[in-house]
């Protein structure tokens, strides 16, 4: 067993695992977290380095060979939506085109170093894309499981990175529950369930105290199904907090569309935990996750920030998608309901026009070409 001087794994029951132990859940059944860290400051960062592994020193795990392919150091711009001046993150200019290379750069990298040559992931697109990513540049075997309706570009670069993949008939949902049935056979290393997922995630938030010059943002604006993003910036800026590099955790305002928006009704209803619901197919397919694994961590998260959720509409979708492709930013549905979601969250009283307010962008609008389409020849 760990010690409690070193970083560790935790479920939920409170039992503690060796961080280097190749795991995925807990005894329990739980999602694994990594045990409370120090976090870093200025100096630690290695400024030699142009990627996001300039903020290893962060990591509980110190890996002599990581697997990168330049992920990181995505622009900050200045844009304005519905009056609100607002610093946009568009992390499609990660290598497979979204915020997914963040965690899936780290996981690999851990992986790697433990020895697994063959893995499992299920995704509903660019989650996987990005595991075929850098699983081929790793040389892991990687089998990827897709709903059957994940847009075809995020199939097709999964692929041609050499990943073998099976298509699941259903829901999002379904495909998670086949992935964890054939986890019995090959290693599992969803981006949902594995630990050090999060631990590439956070990354971001060290970053955007770099990029605003080591200071904290009052908000950040982010998409959630899963919720990996919310959890990864509540981990990297707590670590901030706990290292005394900024004073306080920023607020975190979580967009979901509301054909499929477990988190938003847990949280509007002071539950500790999603429930059940009956949710229909979104253009914001990224985020149909009926069941987020982390739902219990990502609603703490959003509480113990002060933030909240907002949920857009279908029709408000297309109206974003088009009002940030007018400035330029070719966001897919997904990442574009952060940006429905500004006049809500002003209307909540959490978004104000003279905070410092950072919008992540999470994916590219390339990823969804079927889906622009269909909404540029509605406009």
């Known amino acids: ?35 409370a860290l120090p976090g ?31 992920e990181g150091c995505t622009p900050l711009l200045r844009a304005t939506i519905d009056g609100i001046p607002l610093r946009v993150k ?26 697994i040559t063959e893995m499992l992931e299920d995704s509903s697109g660019n989650g996987g894309s990005s595991v075929a990513a850098y699983s081929a540049a790793a040389g892991i075997a990687a089998k990827i499981l897709a709903p059957e309706s ?20 259903g829901t999002r949902t379904a495909t998670s529950d086949e992935a964890i049935r054939q986890a019995s056979t090959r290693f599992y290393a969803s981006h949902n369930w594995h630990p050090f997922f999060l631990q590439g995630t956070k990354l971001l938030a060290y970053e955007i105290w770099e990029d605003l010059g080591f200071a904290a943002p009052d908000n950040v604006i982010v998409p959630a199904g899963a919720g990996s993003l919310v959890l990864g910036c509540f981990i990297g800026f707590g670590e901030l907090v706990a290292s005394g590099a900024i004073p306080r955790m920023p607020r975190l305002l979580v967009a979901q569309p509301e054909n499929c928006s477990p988190l938003a009704r847990a949280f509007s209803s002071r539950e500790a935990a999603v429930a059940d619901g009956d949710w229909t197919p979104t253009l914001a397919e990224g985020t149909s996750i009926a069941r987020p ?47 429905a979601a500004v006049p809500g969250f002003v209307r909540q009283g959490l978004l104000r026009p003279d905070d410092t307010t950072v919008m992540v962008l999470s994916g590219s609008g390339l990823k969804a070409a079927q889906t622009m389409a269909s909404i540029v020849d509605g406009r």
Do not use: C
Request: proline share 8%.
């Open 90 to 115: 568009p992390e499609w200019f990660n290598p497979t085109a979204s915020f997914k290379d963040r965690g899936t750069s780290v996981m690999i990298s851990v992986l790697a170093n433990q020895g």
């Open 40 to 70: 870093i400051t200025e100096q630690d960062i290695d400024r030699s380095e142009r990627s996001q592994w300039r903020y290893r020193a962060s990591l509980p795990v110190d890996l002599p060979t990581w697997v990168s392919l330049g």
């Open 293 to 339: 694994v982390r739902d219990r961590e990502v609603l703490s998260a959003v509480v113990a920030s002060g933030g909240g959720f907002q949920t857009v509409s279908e029709q408000q979708i297309p109206a974003a998608v088009l009002s940030l492709a007018a400035k330029g930013l070719y966001a897919e549905p997904t990442s574009s309901i952060a940006a």
């Open 1 to 35: 067993m760990a010690t409690s001087t070193e970083p560790y794994l935790y479920d939920r029951s409170g039992a503690r695992y060796p961080i280097a132990e190749p795991r995925w859940q807990g005894e329990d059944g739980s999602p694994l977290m990594v045990s």
């Open 150 to 169: 994940t847009s075809p570009a995020k199939i097709i670069q999964s692929r041609v990175h050499g990943a073998e993949i099976e298509l699941v008939p």
